[in-house]
């Protein structure tokens, strides 16, 4: 889709698209790097997410904002959901690891640094998603204790 929407929008010579995991996004070259993040539908596919948001406020612009949009659940309290693999009538799978409501992602982008957390559920029929904006206000440290990779930034 990025490629796709680099070349419909003649930004080849400005932009480049490259294919890897977002935990191999942790090194130097991607620090305060981007005024912009759009993560749809991925965070919960990430068996560590607030690893991964970790990643994302490391790699924006003192300044910068991120757009988060993920499969959500409506609750009023701050919980997860997990799926594990869920295999599908079509014989697809897809593994679904931790699907969060509007306060659990609060709470995930607030550890992970962000600050002006908005976060909202929306409903219909079988798409039910989660919506999170941030801001990278400041560099601020992030409790190291128990995360998966402790030499994060």
């Not at 490259?18 to 759009?38: G, P």
């Not at 749809?40 to 994302?56: E, N, S």
Request: charged share 25%.
């Amino acid at each position: 889709m990025a490629s796709f929407l680099v070349k419909s929008f003649g930004l080849s010579n400005r932009v480049s698209v490259h294919h890897r995991s977002l935990y191999d996004c942790k090194s130097e070259e991607f620090f305060d790097r981007f005024d912009i993040v759009f993560f749809p539908g991925v965070l919960y596919h990430l068996t560590d997410p607030l690893l991964g948001l970790r990643i994302l406020f490391n790699a924006l612009k003192v300044g910068g904002k991120i757009l988060i949009e993920s499969e959500g659940i409506e609750c009023q309290e701050p919980f997860c959901r997990f799926d594990g693999m869920v295999t599908y009538s079509t014989g697809g799978k897809e593994n679904k690891w931790f699907i969060p409501s509007p306060s659990a992602l609060h709470k995930m982008m607030k550890e992970a640094g962000f600050d002006d957390i908005e976060t909202l559920f929306y409903g219909r029929e079988r798409r039910k998603r989660v919506f999170g904006y941030g801001k990278k206000t400041a560099h601020v440290g992030i409790c190291k204790a128990g995360l998966s990779v402790p030499t994060i930034r």
